[in-house]
């Protein structure tokens, strides 16, 4: 793999590998996906219908990819919801009308984005990058790009949550310069 790699950072749109997405956005929380999903490949199957889905919180709207400019893979994405979100997800149009979405976004997701003045802020929920891409900066690169998106467009205040034993996320935040606020 290459040393430098050139990548366009953007927003997401329904022409991207939206399985990709789906396994990356599986391998940012260890408890979230496998508790709606099971499995990486069920995952990887209902995933990319429910990005499709308006209002989804972590659908299309909310996403940013990180393009690899020489292969045109998703290097990275991040999930950044923002003061323009909608967020009164149908429920009822999900194929399995799994209540695991619905009760972890209900209770554990909304709680932690409501904490925040929703007059001005941005929470970024899910940072990944894919294994291939590991140590290249490419994280880095991603949110120093998405937070300067929005600093300049839509919020003074950006938050975000990580797994305490995440070490190499802990740090990346620590080095991009957000500081911790509770547990």
């Known amino acids: 793999m290459r040393e430098e790699i050139e990548l366009t950072i953007r927003k997401a749109t329904l022409e991207d590998d939206l399985k990709r997405i789906a396994e990356l956005l599986y391998k940012t929380d260890p408890y979230i996906y496998p508790y709606w999903f099971e499995t990486l490949e069920r995952c990887k199957e209902e995933l990319p219908e429910l990005i499709k889905l308006d209002n989804f919180l972590f659908g299309i709207e909310n996403l940013y990819v990180a393009i690899d400019n020489e292969s045109d893979l998703i290097a990275g994405i991040v999930c950044a919801i923002d003061k323009n979100a909608e967020l009164d997800f149908d429920y009822t149009k999900l194929k399995r009308k799994n209540d695991r979405y619905k009760f972890t976004i209900e209770n554990y997701i909304l709680p932690l984005i409501e904490e925040v003045d929703d007059a001005e ?5 899910n940072v990944c990058v ?4 590991r140590g290249k900066h490419i994280g880095n690169r991603m ?3 998405i937070i300067e998106h929005y600093r300049e467009n839509l919020a003074n205040t950006i938050v975000l949550d990580v797994i ?6 802990v740090k990346l935040y620590e080095n991009l310069g957000f500081s911790q606020e509770g547990e």
Not at 121 to 125: A, D, K, R
Request: charged share 30%.
């Open 130 to 133: 894919h294994e291939e891409y």
């Open 164 to 169: 305490e034993n995440n070490h190499s996320a």
């Open 121 to 125: 802020y941005v929470y970024i929920s």
């Open 143 to 145: 949110l120093k790009k």
